[in-house]
Each structure stands twice: as C-alpha cells, then as structure tokens.
C-alpha cells in the first residue's frame, strides 16, 4: 500500500497509561482501526514455527524493546492485510509503537509518516497500581513488581526520548491520563478536534 493512502497516529504513553483502553473508545467511534504492538508481539511469540518465539518472550519479561525489524514488519503485515479485506479501513491507532528512535525513524521511512502522537501522561505510582490490580487477572507475563519496575525505567530512558522528539514537531497531543477513563476520552476527543477537520 501506499503512505497517501493511509493515515497512521501513534498511542504512546508509560504501561498502563491506558492505550488499550483508549484506543477501543476511538474505534467505536471514528471507525479506526486499532493495531498493538503488544498485542501483534505476543501473537508471534505463541506462532507455532515462529522463528521469534523465544526472542519476544525473553524481552517482555525483562521490559526491553524487541528488535524493531520484527515490530516494524509485524505492524506492516498487519496493515496490509486488514488493507486487502477492506480498503477503506485506512486509519489506524498504532498503540505502543514507536519505543525506540530507530523504530521511529524506520517506521517513518518504509511504512508511513504519522499524521500526529496521543500521548498518555500518568504518573508512575498510578500506572503500577493499574498494573498489579490488572496482573491479578491479565495472565501477562510482565504485570508483576519485577517486571513493571523494567518496563518503567525503559520507558523513561528509551521511550520518552521519542515523545520528545515528536514533541518539537509539534505533533503530540498530550493527555493527563490520571483522571477516571470517561474522563481521559472526553479530554482525548476535546484535544483531536483540531487533528481531524
Ligand atoms: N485503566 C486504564 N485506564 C484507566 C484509568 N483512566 N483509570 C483507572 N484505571 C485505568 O490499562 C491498564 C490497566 O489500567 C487496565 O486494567 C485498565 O482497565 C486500567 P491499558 O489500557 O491496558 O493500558 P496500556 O497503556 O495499554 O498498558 P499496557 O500494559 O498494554 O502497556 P505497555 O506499553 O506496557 O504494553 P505493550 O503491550 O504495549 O508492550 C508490552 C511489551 O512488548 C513491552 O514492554 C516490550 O517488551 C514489547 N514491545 C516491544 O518490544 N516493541 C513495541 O513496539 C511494543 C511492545
Ligand atoms: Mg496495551
């Protein structure tokens, strides 16, 4: 497919920020399509034959970032396939993606430019909070003490900087994500009126 025909916009934010949460309200409705970069990983590593298997369960555990050719690849092939069912199901909520200035700069080149970046501000304390209550349940590997406090400090040193970096683009949209999820969306709708005329 091509760039023109598509419009990407990036969900970022720290784990448990609410990405998830938030994107299910913007597909119901503004009919986007919503991709997780999480959500696609975990996929792969359950792929019986996947050849990255091992490689996607070591890094979640450990909260480190999977090597971008693997996400980038996925998020394409995930794209394209939804793009082949149905082409006008052409914009997309990239959740969790880009964590790293690579993948970013990767993404940008050989799939296509994002139209603007939500991003989800929480503090540290709630984020955990969310997590361990959610880890109660989840199943996931990564929602224990252990694994959150590895997934914080590579979002603050890996992760943040790309905030940062589309920041001065002037393409971040900024959210508190502290307040109760009805209120995140109203905030979230309020700040994309200006991105979507
Ligand atoms: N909740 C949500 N909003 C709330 C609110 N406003 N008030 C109170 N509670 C709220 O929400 C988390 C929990 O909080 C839920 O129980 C929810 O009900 C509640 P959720 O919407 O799931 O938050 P989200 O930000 O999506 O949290 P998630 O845990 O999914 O974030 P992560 O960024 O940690 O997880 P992700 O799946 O994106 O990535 C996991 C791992 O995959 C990474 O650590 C990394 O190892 C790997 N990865 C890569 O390597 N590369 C990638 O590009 C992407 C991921
Ligand atoms: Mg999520």
């Known amino acids: 497919f091509s760039p ?8 970022l934010g720290g784990p448990g920020a609410g ?18 970069a999480g959500d696609l990983l975990r996929a792969e590593q359950d792929r019986p034959g996947s050849q990255f298997g091992q ?10 970032i999977v090597p971008m050719e693997v996400t980038v690849q996925l998020l394409e092939n ?14 997309f909520l990239i959740d969790g993606f880009p964590r790293k200035m690579d ?7 050989s799939v296509c430019p994002a139209k603007f970046v939500l991003f989800y501000d929480c503090p540290e304390q709630e984020m ?10 989840s ?7 252990e694994s959150i406090r590895k997934r914080f400090k590579t979002f603050e040193q890996t992760s943040m900087p790309v905030v940062d ?33």
Request: proline share 2%; glycine share 6%.
């Open 4 to 11: 023109k025909d598509v419009t990407v916009v990036f969900v």
């Open 19 to 36: 990405k998830g949460t938030q994107c299910a309200n913007l597909v119901r409705d503004y009919g986007f399509v919503h991709l997780s």
């Open 55 to 64: 490689l996607i369960k070591d890094c979640i555990k450990n909260g480190d």
């Open 78 to 91: 995930a794209m394209t396939e939804v793009l082949q069912k149905d082409s006008s199901k052409n914009k």
């Open 103 to 109: 993948q970013a700069v990767k993404f940008e080149e």
């Open 128 to 137: 955990e909070r969310r997590l361990l209550e959610r880890g109660k349940t």
């Open 139 to 145: 199943g996931r590997a990564d929602d224990n003490a």
């Open 165 to 197: 970096a589309y920041e001065k683009e002037g393409k971040v949209l900024k959210i508190d994500a502290t307040p109760s999820p009805v209120a995140v969306y109203r905030e979230t709708q309020e700040q994309m009126k200006k991105w979507l005329q």
